[in-house]
């Protein structure tokens, strides 16, 4: 098994370690804003007081576990329509 | 007349099959690249970054009315760029003496180097750097330790395009806000993007459609899956099928580019006029 994070601390900080990272990303113009988001996990593991390696998983599995799986299937028929929208106006 | 070594490297990353080459500078990028994410974390002393641009894409991958056509057209460029990376890595140690590596993953924001390269300007649409004649691009990155005179940062931002900003002032939004309010929100004022807002995890699940993180998740809930026959149809079912190939050949990029579809600089850069018509030579 490789490195595993305990479901006690994944459940407390997978949403605070999300908005800090690149999850949501925020701009003044065309600068990216990094005072509280799109941050490194580095700098959230600074922030929130665990180490990098731990940042590293709650992000990792965070991201994927934020939407449920048929987000992704869903996608599909979003993007036909989208496409389908398109050429329909031109 | 003898070109400077500049040119030589863009001259060959272009032969190679770049359509555009800048050089960014390592201080350039490094006022904006936060620690453990710079040119020089990777490659000790590196003080130049070299970008290949390209249109990777055909053109008639935007002219097909079946999104999953266009998807497979957008996922052939990683190998590509990366390889003129590495020639040129390999030109620059065998003909200067410098060292240099290819930038490949996730440690190096790609787009910043092309910004810091001049190749482009970020936009709405998620931030994507977007360039004035070629729009949508791939990117490759060389770094090396070699001192190259950079290109500097664009001084005007490609986007919005002027027939953005009209719509703005007359619907309070653009073609790429109006195709994904999903992903995308923002606001333009004077002319210029004054904030933008992208929802990376949500443009995720439709850029990545089918990826790693599908897989990871599609194979958890049929793990979680009570019923056999169930997850049988998850697992052995048409979806999980293709996020399966997908992953298996490593293609998961460009399954998504609904805000770019109607953005006219890229509807210009992806725009055709036949040199040939029947009858001629």
Redesign the interface.
């Known amino acids: 098994m490789g490195r595993y994070i305990s479901p006690e601390i994944y459940n407390k900080y997978k949403q605070q370690v999300?908005e800090m990272s690149?999850?949501?990303?925020?701009?003044?113009?065309?600068e990216?804003q990094?005072d509280e988001s799109c941050?490194?996990d580095?700098?959230i593991a600074g922030k929130i007081g665990l180490n990098t390696a731990q940042v590293r998983e709650i992000r990792t599995i965070a991201?994927?576990?934020?939407?449920p799986?048929d987000?992704?299937?869903a996608?599909?028929e979003?993007?036909?329509r989208?496409?389908?929208r398109?050429?329909s106006k031109k | 007349m003898s070109s400077s070594p500049e040119e030589k490297i863009k001259k060959l990353g272009r032969k190679l099959g770049a359509d555009l080459v800048g050089i960014a500078s390592v201080e350039d990028i490094n006022k904006?690249a936060?620690?453990?994410?710079r040119p020089d974390d990777m490659l000790m002393g590196a003080r130049s970054v070299i970008v290949y641009a390209g249109q990777l894409t055909p053109k008639g991958a935007w002219h097909s009315?079946?999104?999953l056509f266009?998807h497979a057209n957008r996922s052939f460029g990683i190998e590509y760029r990366n390889r003129i990376a590495f020639d040129v890595a390999h030109y620059i140690e065998d003909k200067y003496g410098y060292y240099a590596a290819v930038a490949s993953g996730g440690n190096l924001s790609a787009k910043l180097c092309a910004e810091m390269a001049g190749m482009g300007?970020?936009s709405l649409a998620a931030?994507i750097v977007l360039n004035r004649d070629w729009g949508l691009l791939n990117f490759g990155v060389t770094l090396t330790t070699m001192p190259l005179r950079a290109d500097g940062m664009l001084d005007e931002?490609v986007c919005p395009h002027p027939s953005c900003v009209k719509r703005w002032e007359k619907e309070g939004t653009t073609f790429c806000l109006d195709?994904?309010p999903e992903c995308l929100s923002?606001e333009i004022e004077n002319g210029?993007?004054?904030?933008?807002?992208?929802?990376?995890?949500?443009c995720?699940?439709?850029a990545q459609?089918r990826s790693i993180?599908?897989f990871?998740?599609?194979l958890?809930?049929a793990m979680n899956e009570p019923d056999p026959e169930k997850r049988k149809s998850i697992i052995m079912g048409t979806?999980f099928g293709s996020?399966v190939n997908t992953v298996s050949t490593a293609n998961s990029m460009g399954?998504?580019g609904?805000c770019l579809?109607?953005c006219p600089i890229v509807v210009r850069s992806r725009t055709l006029k036949p040199k040939w018509k029947p009858g001629d030579e």
Not at chain 2, 34 to 37: A, C, L, R
Request: hydrophobic share 30%; glycine share 6%; proline share 1%.
């Open positions: 999300l690149l999850a949501v990303q925020n701009y003044v113009g065309i990216q990094r941050l490194t580095t700098e991201f994927n576990d934020l939407h799986a987000m992704w299937l996608s599909d979003e993007k036909r989208k496409c389908q398109y050429f | 904006y936060p620690e453990g994410h009315r079946n999104y266009h300007t970020r931030g931002q195709a994904c923002g210029k993007i004054k904030w933008m807002r992208y929802n990376r995890h949500i995720a699940t439709r459609t993180n599908s990871q998740r599609t958890l809930e979806f996020v399954q998504c609904e579809r109607g």
